[in-house]
């Protein structure tokens, strides 16, 4: 048996499993693991402890090219509160094309929590003119910003729902729902399902939707492999679907896991109040916010930022990336299978 779709065709992969980015945490480690395994892992945007994006994320492409001569990929948070985003949207293009085994392995660019539209600078289009097979997805949590990837000239979009970790909209929109939208408008799109996806039979439920493929990201912080801290890890198996909540993030809304700075920080509900707020931020402020992110990865888990999604209440166990992904795979089969032997 094996799954053949869009996406496992359009990067060349075996399972069509993507990891999610997570920054500001690592996700290299992860990157490999679910690579190797079949998937296309995925860098994040990367700048704790006041590092520079630019230079962390040059780095670890380096690093996974030594690790793995599998496709990858990697994030840019492209939002108007990221300062770094237009530098690496240029700068990053330029080193891939100048690096040969990053620019044959390199097959995937994710913009996220922002336009769409900024890597389309000439170092991009150099580097696709210069033969590489890259192609470049953004995060639609809501249909309008599906509309605008499209406009854009995006090769696919990777559709969020509301129950997923982290990054979110303002709509509200769930991944069962948000799915069908996307695909009733845009029914040759390639898509990749996200949010609250834990399990084979969720990858199934997203594949019969429409999706080539999915991501995940709460289910591959609980492996074995990934670099969050032992204390982030062991809070997935034992929480419940309704531990997370949704808050105000520095670049708009966010799930995050319930503790005492969740339940601090308030929610801002439109983009009005949001862009209100940060006429207000300060650098200081900023910074401190971005604080609470470095706590968390040094295993601060009471005081810092824990992002994690809904699909905490099915994720069981902390597992190797090659038997979650395997297991999914499996399951997701067994399920597709199973459904079809109900049409007569
Ligand atoms: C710890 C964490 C960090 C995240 N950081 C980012 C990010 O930097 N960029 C981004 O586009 N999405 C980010 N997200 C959202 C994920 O890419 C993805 O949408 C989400 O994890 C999907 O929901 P799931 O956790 O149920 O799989 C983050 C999510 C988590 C859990």
């Known amino acids: 048996m094996g799954l053949k779709t869009n996406i496992t065709e359009m990067f060349g992969i075996k399972y069509p499993i993507l990891a999610a980015p997570m920054g500001p945490f690592y996700t290299t480690d992860l990157t490999i693991a679910v690579s190797e395994a079949g998937g296309l892992g995925v860098l994040s945007h990367t700048n704790l402890f006041g590092k520079s994006s630019l230079t962390e994320m ?12 599998k496709p990858f990929g990697f994030n ?11 530098g690496l949207c240029r700068a990053i293009p330029r080193f891939i094309n100048n690096n040969p085994k990053i620019k044959e392995q390199c097959r995937y660019i994710i913009t996220s929590a922002g336009t769409p539209k900024m890597i389309y600078n000439k170092a991009f289009q150099k580097l696709r003119d210069g033969g590489s097979e890259i192609k470049h997805f953004h995060v639609a949590p809501a249909l309008w910003l599906a509309d605008k990837c499209v406009t854009a000239g995006c090769d696919g979009v990777v559709v969020t ?22 695909k009733l408008k845009h029914p040759d799109l390639p898509l990749i399902a996200c949010g609250g996806i834990a399990t084979g039979e969720g990858m199934a439920a997203a594949l019969s939707l429409g999706a080539g493929g999915i991501a995940m990201g709460s289910r591959f912080i609980a ?7 032992e204390n982030y890890k062991n809070i997935v198996p034992a929480a419940g679907a309704n531990d997370t909540m949704w808050v105000t993030g520095v670049l708009g809304p966010i799930r995050l896991w319930r503790n005492k700075y969740s339940l601090d920080h308030g929610v801002v509900t439109s983009k009005e109040e949001k862009m209100a707020l940060e ?8 910074l401190e916010d971005q604080k609470h992110y470095e ?3 040094e295993g601060n888990v009471d005081d810092g930022a824990v992002l994690l999604g809904q699909s905490i209440g099915v994720i069981k166990s902390i597992e190797s990336v090659k038997d979650i992904m395997d297991n999914i795979v499996a399951t997701a089969e067994k399920s597709l299978i199973k459904a079809s032997k109900m049409v007569i």
């Open 279 to 286: 006429a207000q931020l300060t650098p200081q402020k900023a």
């Open 295 to 297: 706590m968390t990865y």
């Open 161 to 182: 729902g509301w129950e997923g970790g982290g990054h979110q909209s303002y709509e509200r929109v769930s991944s069962l729902v948000l799915l069908q939208q996307v």
């Open 76 to 86: 840019i948070r492209t939002s108007r509160m990221q300062m770094d985003a237009p």
């Open 58 to 69: 040059k780095k670890n492409m380096e690093y996974v090219v030594e690790h793995t001569d």
């Open 223 to 229: 492996s074995k492999e990934s670099e969050f801290h």
